[in-house]
């Protein structure tokens, strides 16, 4: 299982963007952090956590506060040689441009459907202040590397989020309900990532140990170990994406609610409010389980206490975000449940009904079979959808056969279905 901690989709972390769970809390707009990127593109070598891992090269945009289009950034490197380098750059305000080309070509039609009367409708964007274009050069001091030094533990990542739309600030506010709501910061509502790790393990003096250290078939949840990648990201509420290993893709207040697979959440959403979301302070108190009958009313906090873990499987899906910071898509119009949907290791699941068996399902019947005839074949676990195996009964031995009867004919056991998911608890505790 990948130790990633993901909080918006593909193994997105503000923390490797350089930036506190709270950096784009909604009741702050103009607020930034240094250091924080709301685009990052990096290379990184050694095991462990990101804070410790070797920083090789980094290509970064800068944070923005509300209202600002992309403008400067910085490029980092450590060779290893005990000093850090960042080109630090900006361009001035305005120089770079991201706007929503939707609404671009939405206000160039209603211009040109009214007579192209006055002028065009430029984005305040395209037009900005220009600033005193400037790059620096900065030294600070490094560990010193040797290109050996975690070797064969390699990383390739890229995150982004949506400070990116000019500025967006969209993340909970952490001082409401009397300060309860820092706990439910991690982070903007929407964001992704694309990822490439590598892990190598075993000897070179051992052969073997790099086959069976590395690679494991039978593991649906992890069937190649020297290396995984992932790439995906939510957005108004829906995510999307495709990994190669069992990762975790959100955690809620719940400590003690099951472990779930992102892919098996459909009937858990009575909290999805589609007014509740972390855009803005009236937002985060828009999230009460009566919202059908009209009453939103209730804090963020609420349905963040009542979510555990959710993770990923290798394989590709699309899911609802279990989030209660995202902010739903169409909120007028969208049913919850949303149906979800995964095809891989685990089979294919369609709004939370495992339609086809993994294909380590079958595993529990050639064991049976396996052990009815007297083969040597090593029976496998079929894995559950669960993060948390629950353990596959082993077979009864077949009754002794008296001599001068002939041998009795195996009759094949039935392939083993994957376990349907409980539904999570209504109220779990609150932590």
Known sequence: MRKLTTLSGGGYDPAQQGCSKTADRNDQPQSTETGCHNATLQLNQGSGDYASKWHVLSLNTDQLSN????HAGSVQADPGMG??????????????????????ALDLASWAIGGFQGPPPVPAQLLGTPGQPNVTMQQSKAGHRNVTDGIGSNQ???????????????AVNPADY??????????????????????????????????AKNVDPTDMHDPLRAADAGSGGCADGLCAGADTSHRKAYQGGCRTCQDQAVYNDQYTTDWRSPDCSSGDTASQNKCGKEWKSGNPQGNIYQPWSERGAYYTDPGVFVYEDPDPQASPIASNAAQYPMCELYAGTMGVWVCSQNVVPSPGAAAP???ATAHATGTTTTPTQAPPAMSKPAPTPTPSAAPPTPPAAAPPTATPAPITLLPALPPAPSTPPIP
Request: no cysteine; charged share 20%; proline share 5%.
């Open 67 to 70: 209202g600002q289009s992309p």
């Open 83 to 104: 000093t850090r380098y960042v080109i630090a750059f900006d361009t001035g305000t305005g120089k770079l441009i991201l706007v929503a080309p939707l609404n671009v």
């Open 156 to 170: 390739v990542y890229f995150g982004a989020d949506d400070n990116l739309n000019n500025g967006e600030h969209d």
């Open 178 to 211: 009397n300060g309860r709501d820092r706990r439910v910061a991690n982070g903007p509502s929407d964001g992704g990532a694309a990822q490439v790790n590598t892990h190598l393990r075993g000897s070179a003096g051992d052969p073997a140990s790099l086959i």
């Open 365 to 367: 019947a050639a064991a």
